[in-house]
Antibody
Framework: EDQLVETGGGLIQPGGSLRLSCVVSGFSVSEAYMSWVRQAPGKGLEWISVFYSGGKRQYADSVKGRFTISRDNSMNTLFLQMNNLRAEDTALYYC??????????????WGMGTTVTVSS | QSALTQPASVSASPGQAISISCTGTSSDIGGYTYVSWFQQHPGKAPKLMIYNVNNRPSGVSDRFSGSKSGNTASLSISGLQAEDEADYYCASYTSSNTLAFGGGTKLTVL
């Protein structure tokens, strides 16, 4: 069974940095399209980044230049490095797997999320 | 402000049918067949209910169906059940090679 487990969230001051991890089991992160999606408290879903299996990466405008998605194939883990954090980055961050039915953004597998709170 | 527009809420009684609309532009919904729908219960992760406009993942009830016309996609649920009460989000691939979500619709089963 495919599983995703996110860790690394916490309370961080504005301007600070945090790295989220998503440990994958049941499949190889190197062969999958992996995205990060976040949800601010009481708000809707926001896609923020994707790592294509071939290595291409894409970001939402709201995080471009501040967040970096990466993966470690040997650890079967996806990462999200978040720099220069702002209050509006406060959210529950989900790791997801796409390619259900053959498209990168058919997000068929979700983790339970890790909470990031940006506050002084 | 969300890229895709959904009604904030919809309600109906058990056994009835409802439809939730999701309006975008020719740069997202209108331009591609990659529209998906997610169900989210309180405190839970979203669940993929519809992909590629009108396909159901294995295990999803056939009471759920999707469609698209022009720049608007729709999720229909027939024979409403209490367990269908949840938030529903549409999503679409975009011309910028990104994913846009709708703002979400709260479904209340009266």
């Amino acid at each position: 069974e495919d599983q995703l487990v996110e860790t690394g969230g916490g309370l961080i001051q504005p301007g600070g940095s945090l790295r989220l991890s998503c440990v994958v089991s049941g499949f190889s992160v190197s062969e999958a399209y992996m995205s990060w999606v976040r949800q601010a408290p009481g708000k809707g879903l926001e896609w923020i980044s994707v790592f294509y299996s071939g290595g291409k990466r894409q970001y939402a405008d709201s995080v471009k230049g501040r967040f970096t998605i990466s993966r470690d194939n040997s650890m079967n883990t996806l990462f999200l490095q978040m720099n220069n954090l702002r209050a509006e980055d406060t959210a529950l961050y989900y790791c997801t797997r796409g390619d259900y039915g053959g498209h990168v953004f058919n997000l068929g597998v979700w983790g339970m999320g890790t909470t990031v709170t940006v506050s002084s | 402000q969300s890229a895709l527009t959904q009604p904030a809420s919809v309600s109906a009684s058990p056994g009835q049918a409802i439809s939730i609309s999701c309006t975008g532009t020719s740069s997202d919904i209108g331009g591609y067949t990659y529209v998906s729908w997610f169900q989210q219960h309180p405190g839970k992760a979203p669940k993929l209910m519809i992909y590629n406009v009108n396909n159901r993942p294995s295990g999803v009830s056939d009471r759920f169906s999707g469609s698209k016309s022009g720049n608007t996609a729709s999720l229909s649920i027939s024979g409403l059940q209490a367990e269908d009460e949840a938030d529903y989000y549409c999503a679409s691939y975009t011309s910028s090679n990104t994913l846009a979500f709708g703002g979400g619709t709260k479904l209340t089963v009266l």
